[in-house]
């Protein structure tokens, strides 16, 4: 669970760079960080439905953080040196293990939301 969490994090933020005119401004773009902020909530919110919990229990707080204040904190966590250090620079080197990443997690989601309907 802990793994697939990280993956409801990291896939949306690197996505958000990808999609970006000017990936290290990425944070200056609101409707590229609310887009952002509603894949993070979309995520967290499927797992917990799926697996009844998230791991680690912190997670949570994509689900039920209201929107614009996750918007704003997405903005400045994108415009922080913490931002560049650990979330750009990662994605700017890793954009085929990102994109392959992205491709593995929303397949596995989708499995498991027909899967779900199957039993259903």
Known sequence: MW?????????????????????????????????TAKKLKRNFSFLRKQAGRLSPCKMNIFRFLPLPIMTIMLAVTFESSFGDKFMYQHARKAP????????????????????????L
């Open 3 to 35: 793994q697939l969490c990280h993956l409801a994090m990291v896939v949306p933020i690197a996505d958000a760079y990808y999609e970006a005119d000017c990936p290290e401004r990425a944070g200056k773009d609101w409707k590229l960080m609310k887009k």
């Open 96 to 119: 085929d293990e990102m994109r392959e990443l992205h491709k593995q997690f929303y397949a596995y989601m989708k499995k498991l939301k027909e899967a779900r309907y199957e039993i």
